[in-house]
């Protein structure tokens, strides 16, 4: 049997590792190297890297291809790049994750969002000689790189949109905002971008705030990839499948990651939940070759981790529906936390990598089902 699985992300990487026990594994990147997204913030910043070889983190018996999927032909079981070339497949996987979330007029061309490689690449050229950036979202991708850039001395403004941390626990908020203004963050919880130009952030209530460089980090988008292949997706453009993470359209193809909508309640987009919706497509795709029924995904996140600058960090805890409790660790033994959270990704996916099926994934979530609002999401 051959799987064919786009996206070398957290997700895909561990499917394509864990199928390697029954299939040869075809996985397809725009990319040559694995990029660590829970740690873009700091390539931005310019405190530290975000990529692994892929050869630390993918099993021998899977053969990466560099490229990007166009299209996918279901009724033909193939793969179609944007080079012109074809994959042939028995079993698709499809775990394409997400990037940064359409922005307001202006942001496009003015805003540097953080949510992929490059991005983070150029904002970090941007930022290398300015003194002050602004930084649009309150969510944890926002926080992080707003305290990551005023903690290497830069005048930072955080506009939020709303809450700070909306996900976050008030005890958790606060101890996130007392952070935030040790680092001398401006935190702006209600105001609400409306536009970008250069240099200027505009905001709902007639504000400017200029001479900065602008900072998209206001949630997360998935590509359209299966929409445009003609399969059936959520209204956020996820692909919708059953509990199985089977596409709704068709058996021989399961999703992973970010682009998963199982039964219409997609997990929260993190990498915590990118790791067991990786396995469990894999699962789901062996039990299908051995003629065996997959079971249904039940798995579930029982945290929030947030870094605020190299020395500090929340640890905020979460009941099994993914909602915050009031229990969090915060300060230089949250640091320490999260720092442990970014590392284990990649030792998980490394140790799949040498026992393909060791993976397992302790928190079981016997009310999953509560969708998250469209983009929010955990990096």
């Keep these: 049997m051959h799987v064919v699985v786009i996206g070398g992300g957290y997700a895909g990487v561990m499917a394509a590792d864990r199928l390697t026990q029954r299939a040869d594994v075809t996985l397809v990147n725009p990319r040559p190297r694995f990029v660590e997204r829970v740690r873009l913030h700091q390539l931005a910043a310019g405190t530290g890297d975000a990529v692994a070889d892929f050869g630390d983190v993918l099993a021998d018996g899977v053969r990466l291809v560099v490229g990007t999927a166009a299209a996918i032909d279901a009724d033909r079981c193939r793969v179609v790049l944007a080079d012109g070339a074809v994959l042939e497949y028995d079993y698709l996987v499809y775990a394409v994750g997400s990037g940064a979330a359409p922005g307001v007029p202006g942001a496009a061309g003015f805003a540097y969002p953080v949510a992929s490689l490059e991005e983070a690449g150029r904002l970090r050229d941007a930022v290398a000689g300015a003194d002050s950036a602004t930084v649009v ?33 008030p005890r958790g908020r ?25 240099g200027v952030v505009r905001l709902s209530d007639g504000r400017e705030l200029p001479g900065a460089v602008p900072v998209w980090a206001a949630g997360f988008a998935v590509p359209d990839l299966a929409a445009r292949s003609g399969l059936t997706t959520d209204a956020a453009g996820r692909l919708a499948t059953d509990e199985t993470l089977t596409s709704v359209d068709d058996v021989r193809i399961v999703a992973a990651g970010d682009a998963a909508a199982p039964s219409g309640a997609p997990l929260r987009m993190s990498c915590q939940a990118a790791l067991p919706l990786g396995s469990h497509a894999a699962d789901t795709v062996l039990a299908r070759i051995a003629g065996e029924a997959p079971e249904e995904f039940g798995k579930g996140i029982a945290a929030m981790c947030v870094s605020l600058g190299r020395h500090a960090g929340v640890f905020q805890l979460a009941h099994r529906d993914d909602t915050a409790t009031w229990f969090h660790v915060g300060g230089r033994l949250g640091a320490r936390l999260k720092e442990s959270a970014c590392a284990s990704p990649v030792k998980q996916l490394a140790k799949e990598a040498r026992a393909p099926g060791s993976h397992t994934w302790p928190v079981k979530d016997a009310s999953r089902g509560r969708p998250p609002a469209a983009g929010a999401a955990v990096r």
């Excluded at 606060?174 to 250069?198: C, I, N, P, Q």
Aim: aromatic share 2%; net charge negative.
């Design 174 to 198: 606060r101890a996130v905002a007392r952070e935030l203004a040790k680092l001398g963050v401006t935190v702006l919880e209600e105001a609400v971008a409306t536009s970008v130009d250069r």
């Design 137 to 169: 979202g309150g969510g944890p991708l926002g926080i992080e790189t707003a305290a990551e850039l005023a903690e290497t001395g830069r005048d930072v403004t955080l506009v939020c949109g709303g809450r700070l941390g909306p996900y976050l626990h």
